[in-house]
């Protein structure tokens, strides 16, 4: 039986290998058939927002969590 657990990992898996061949693999490899991979590996700008958003929001967020807890402690 799967868990919320084993969810979010293959959703990260399944990320992980999409953003890697869009941003690395896509200049090296000829274009894949799917349109949407497609799109995305022949934009020169937004590729790498999609990937980085994640990472800025995690920032973010546990920022904001740290702040709070200063801000309830003192």
Same mark, same amino acid.
């Given at each position: /039986?799967? +868990? @919320?657990? $084993?969810? @979010?990992?293959?959703?990260? &898996?399944? %990320?992980?290998?999409?953003? #890697?061949?869009? @941003?690395?693999?896509?200049? %090296?490899? =000829?274009?894949?058939?799917? $349109? &949407?991979?497609?799109?995305?590996?022949?934009?020169? $700008?937004y590729k790498y927002f999609a990937?980085? @958003?994640? =990472? /800025?929001?995690a920032y973010f967020v546990i &920022? +904001?969590w740290v702040g709070w807890q200063?801000?309830?402690? #003192?």
């Open positions: /039986m799967l +868990n @919320i657990g $084993h969810i @979010i990992t293959t959703l990260t &898996a399944a %990320f992980f290998v999409v953003a #890697s061949y869009v @941003i690395l693999f896509s200049t %090296f490899l =000829p274009l894949s058939g799917i $349109h &949407a991979l497609d799109l995305l590996a022949q934009d020169t $700008h990937l980085f @958003i994640i =990472p /800025m929001g &920022a +904001n200063y801000y309830q402690n #003192s």
